[in-house]
C-alpha cells in the first residue's frame, strides 16, 4: 500500500489544520491507520490511530481533546482534524498502516505499522 499525506501548512496559534492521507493499494478497510509526528530534534511520536472499522480510537494524551482521527474507507483516505493548535503541535505529520492481522493491541507503537507516507510539515506560530 502507498500512502500519501497531504494538508499541511503554516497556521497561527489556536487555528485548526485538516490532514488527509490518501492509500492506494489494497483496500483501506484491511489496515490499522494512525497518525505519527516529529519535530525538528525529536523522535516520530504517536498523535492518533483508527481501527479498520472505524473504531476503536486511540489518541495521544497531548492531542485528546483537540484531534480528531476519521477514515473514509470508500474513499481510501484517513483524516486529521486538528483544532486549538499550539507551538508545541509543529511537527513533520506522518501516516501510517499497519495491517489488521496484527489486531488493536499495540495501535500506539510506530515499530508495529507496516507502511509508511511522506510527511506533511505543519508549523504553528504563535
Known amino acids: 500500500v502507498q500512502l500519501q499525506a497531504s494538508g499541511g501548512g503554516l497556521v497561527q496559534a489556536g487555528g485548526s489544520l485538516r490532514l488527509s492521507c490518501v492509500a492506494s493499494?489494497?483496500?483501506?478497510?484491511?489496515?490499522?491507520m494512525g497518525w505519527f509526528r516529529q519535530a525538528s530534534g525529536k523522535e516520530r511520536e504517536f498523535v492518533a490511530a483508527?481501527?479498520?472499522?472505524?473504531?476503536?480510537?486511540e489518541y495521544a494524551d497531548s492531542v485528546k481533546g483537540r484531534f480528531i482521527i476519521s477514515r473514509d474507507s470508500p474513499k481510501n483516505t484517513v483524516y486529521l482534524q486538528m483544532n486549538s493548535l499550539n507551538s508545541e503541535d509543529t511537527a513533520v505529520y506522518y501516516c501510517?498502516?499497519?495491517?489488521?492481522?496484527?489486531?488493536?493491541?499495540?495501535?500506539?507503537?510506530?515499530?508495529?505499522?507496516?507502511?509508511w507516507g511522506e510527511g506533511t510539515l505543519v508549523t504553528v506560530s504563535s
Open positions: 501510517g498502516a499497519r495491517e489488521a492481522r496484527r489486531g488493536t493491541s499495540g495501535m500506539t507503537m510506530k515499530s508495529s505499522y507496516d507502511y
Open positions: 493499494g489494497p483496500t483501506l478497510s484491511r489496515y490499522v
Open positions: 483508527v481501527s479498520w472499522s472505524g473504531g476503536p480510537t
